[in-house]
């Protein structure tokens, strides 16, 4: 998988700098709505956020 750059991104009204966001791997796995398809990370945080299949998208409290 080749390196990616950190973004600035918002997620759900915040905004996180310094954020990668990661996609699944094997998208053709995501087949339940409540499958995580992308993962937000920052080295500040951690996990950020996630979002499932059905579009909903969980974000840490900061």
């Not at 990616?4 to 796995?29: D, M």
């Not at 499958?35 to 059905?54: H, N």
Request: with cysteine; glycine share 8%; net charge positive.
């Amino acid at each position: 998988m080749p390196a990616q750059s950190p973004h600035k991104i918002e997620l759900n009204g915040k905004l996180f700098p310094g954020c990668f966001k990661v996609n699944h791997r094997y998208p053709e796995r995501v087949i339940d709505s409540a499958d995580i398809e992308t993962v937000y990370w920052t080295a500040k945080y951690g996990l950020t956020g996630y979002s499932s299949k059905s579009g909903e998208t969980w974000v840490i409290r900061k």
